[in-house]
Antibody, heavy 122, light 107 residues
Framework: QVTLRESGPALVKPTQTLTLTCTFS??????????VTWIRQPPGKALEWLAR???????YYSTSLKTRLTISKDTSKNQVVLTMTNMDPVDTATYYC??????????????WGQGILVTVSS | DIQMTQSPSSLSASVGDRVTITCRAS??????LNWYQQKSGKAPKLLIY???SLQSGVPSRFSGSGSGTDFTLTISSLQPEDFATYYC?????????FGPGTKVDVK
């Protein structure tokens, strides 16, 4: 059974760095083809793709946020960590981690964590 | 980045209605298009992948079609549990992008 769970602070101050951890089970990030992606959703707004890390440690970032994001993995702990620097109130959102499945003809997010609401406020 | 648009942004429907939602990509994405359903306060749930493939466990009243730039999600007979927001998402290029969503509520 595949599960993912996000953890981290619920409240951060402007200019601080946010560190979120995705702890997963039911699959291994050392398996070829496996990837974990972070996605966020501001209250009442649409989903926004943030970053992805692959089994081979390839990393990909949002075009608009890439200077602020870092994604890393600890395969032995089944964890993926996302850091976002210089937090601003507009970064207030629910942050999700997801498992990405890719085949020759399809590519999608099949399992999602429950999400963690992060509020940026002084 | 590929831009995704959806129409309508919201619609009101009754149980039993046939519902159609459209998604358009700013450039051709072949069939690399997925649909998700999101209920209030919950994580999105995958419904359709590769434009027309039904995810395991998803009722057959959901179907998807299209390729290139224009795609459709159809609910053949709306059920009470289908009132939610629906998002399309392209997986043709990185960064992945989502549509703005279509909210389906009670008429």
């Amino acid at each position: 059974q595949v599960t993912l769970r996000e953890s981290g602070p619920a409240l951060v101050k402007p200019t601080q760095t946010l560190t979120l951890t995705c702890t997963f089970s039911g699959f291994s990030l050392s398996t070829s083809g496996m990837c974990v992606t972070w996605i966020r959703q501001p209250p009442g707004k649409a989903l926004e793709w943030l970053a992805r890390i692959d089994w081979d440690d390839d990393k990909y970032y949002s075009t608009s946020l890439k200077t602020r994001l870092t994604i890393s993995k600890d395969t032995s702990k089944n964890q993926v960590v996302l850091t976002m620097t210089n937090m601003d109130p507009v970064d207030t959102a629910t942050y999700y981690c997801t498992r990405r499945i890719a085949t020759r003809t399809a590519d999608y997010f099949d399992y999602w964590g429950q999400g963690i609401l992060v509020t940026v406020s002084s | 980045d590929i831009q995704m648009t959806q129409s309508p942004s919201s619609l009101s429907a009754s149980v039993g209605d046939r519902v159609t939602i459209t998604c358009r990509a700013s450039q051709s994405i072949s069939s690399y298009l997925n649909w998700y359903q999101q209920k209030s306060g919950k994580a999105p749930k995958l419904l359709i992948y590769a434009a027309s493939s039904l995810q395991s466990g998803v009722p057959s009243r959901f179907s998807g079609s299209g390729s290139g730039t224009d795609f459709t999600l159809t609910i053949s007979s709306l059920q009470p549990e289908d009132f939610a927001t629906y998002y399309c998402q392209q997986s043709y290029t990185t960064p992945r992008t989502f549509g703005p969503g279509t909210k389906v509520d009670v008429k």
